[in-house]
């Protein structure tokens, strides 16, 4: 199956910021950080301190069943280990009960997902408004107002990311799925890999070889999406009155030595908080080894 490494696109992305000097060794990053945080803050090279004064960085992770979402937050949180559950009153929610109550179609949005590995993230889940329709989607708007309502900045929501799996099956996007407006969205394109197959027999039937059409692949996967109508539903559909900042494209997120650069990037870029940026970027600075060198245009 044709492979590349991972495609990082920034449709949409308004902010100004310039993100310089990424160094990727192995799945390791090593950066300085320039001017990420006003003086009256604490160090963003100090992550511990920054996270005492500030709080944790909250995601809403939003998608439908198989959508990737939990390889995704392994990849961020560096992990291979499930996540520890907990209630909104802060209590650990034993795995046996958390099992049978799904297996009841139970489901509550306001539970915490944190790993050991990253304690500085705190993940919300949806399961995607496939399962539970209307009144998911009523769930997810009515979670979203309360947060954006909380005074305290470590309760509030800081980012959604939103996946949309491009395998056969799950591949297309509806407008009432995305139109947020409280909240910064990214998309992300998962499983964008299995968009390289269709590609690789349009340049067989065309007549390349079988090595030259491995190569071109996901090349071409990339130019055909770019062009397609997912991009136009989410940017540029009157129907959508906030589209999202930006979308990332993620292929093999399931291999050992995928990475999620590209999402981090995109999301510290849509933060038009300098206090939440700081947040975010000190959360990855010591817990994933992801430190970004980078000015700030304001």
Same mark, same amino acid.
């Given at each position: 199956m044709p492979h590349a490494p991972h495609t990082q696109y920034l449709h949409g992305l308004t902010s100004t910021r310039a993100f310089t000097k990424f160094t990727h060794c192995r799945n390791h990053y090593k950066a300085t950080i320039i001017n990420a945080c006003?003086?009256?803050?604490?160090?963003?090279?100090?992550?511990?301190?920054t996270r005492k004064k500030i709080g944790r960085f909250r995601i809403l992770i939003i998608g439908r069943a198989n959508a990737g979402k939990t390889?995704?937050? !392994?990849?961020?949180?560096?992990?291979?280990?499930?996540? @520890?559950?907990?209630?909104? #009153?802060? /209590?650990k929610i034993d795995a046996a009960v958390l099992i049978a109550s799904r297996e009841r179609g139970l489901h509550d949005i306001n539970n915490e997902m944190v790993f050991r590995s990253n304690p500085g993230f705190?993940?919300?889940?949806?399961?995607?408004?496939?399962?539970?329709g209307e009144e998911e989607f009523e769930n997810v708007k009515a979670f979203i107002a309360n947060r954006?309502?909380?005074?305290?900045?470590?309760?509030?929501?800081?980012?959604?990311?939103?996946?949309?799996?491009?395998?056969?099956?799950?591949?297309?996007?509806?407008?009432?799925?995305?139109?947020?407006?409280?909240?910064?969205?990214?998309?992300?394109?998962?499983?964008?890999?299995?968009?390289?197959?269709?590609?690789?027999? !349009?340049?067989?039937?065309?007549?390349?070889?079988?090595? @030259?059409?491995?190569?071109? #692949?996901? /090349?071409?996967?990339?130019?055909?999406?770019?062009?397609?109508?997912?991009l136009k539903l989410l940017f540029h559909s009157k129907?959508?009155?906030?589209?999202?900042?930006?979308h990332v494209c993620l292929p093999n997120m399931?291999?050992?030595?995928?990475?999620?650069?590209?999402?981090?990037?995109?999301?510290?870029?849509t933060l038009d908080d300098e206090v939440v940026e700081q947040l975010f970027v000190s959360?990855?600075?010591?817990?994933?080894?992801?430190?970004?060198?980078?000015?700030?245009?304001?």
């Amino acid at each position: 199956m044709p492979h590349a490494p991972h495609t990082q696109y920034l449709h949409g992305l308004t902010s100004t910021r310039a993100f310089t000097k990424f160094t990727h060794c192995r799945n390791h990053y090593k950066a300085t950080i320039i001017n990420a945080c006003p003086s009256h803050l604490p160090s963003p090279m100090d992550p511990s301190e920054t996270r005492k004064k500030i709080g944790r960085f909250r995601i809403l992770i939003i998608g439908r069943a198989n959508a990737g979402k939990t390889t995704i937050l !392994q990849r961020v949180c560096n992990t291979r280990e499930k996540p @520890e559950i907990y209630n909104s #009153a802060g /209590k650990k929610i034993d795995a046996a009960v958390l099992i049978a109550s799904r297996e009841r179609g139970l489901h509550d949005i306001n539970n915490e997902m944190v790993f050991r590995s990253n304690p500085g993230f705190v993940f919300h889940d949806s399961r995607g408004f496939e399962a539970g329709g209307e009144e998911e989607f009523e769930n997810v708007k009515a979670f979203i107002a309360n947060r954006s309502k909380e005074t305290r900045l470590k309760n509030q929501l800081h980012a959604i990311w939103y996946c949309i799996p491009m395998d056969e099956a799950h591949r297309s996007v509806t407008k009432a799925e995305i139109n947020f407006s409280l909240i910064p969205v990214i998309v992300l394109f998962t499983k964008f890999d299995a968009l390289y197959n269709n590609a690789y027999e !349009q340049l067989r039937s065309e007549g390349a070889s079988r090595e @030259e059409a491995e190569e071109l #692949a996901p /090349k071409r996967a990339e130019e055909s999406f770019a062009i397609g109508p997912q991009l136009k539903l989410l940017f540029h559909s009157k129907d959508i009155q906030h589209p999202p900042k930006c979308h990332v494209c993620l292929p093999n997120m399931n291999e050992d030595d995928a990475d999620c650069g590209s999402l981090m990037q995109s999301t510290a870029a849509t933060l038009d908080d300098e206090v939440v940026e700081q947040l975010f970027v000190s959360t990855q600075q010591s817990n994933l080894k992801l430190c970004m060198k980078y000015a700030v245009e304001r």
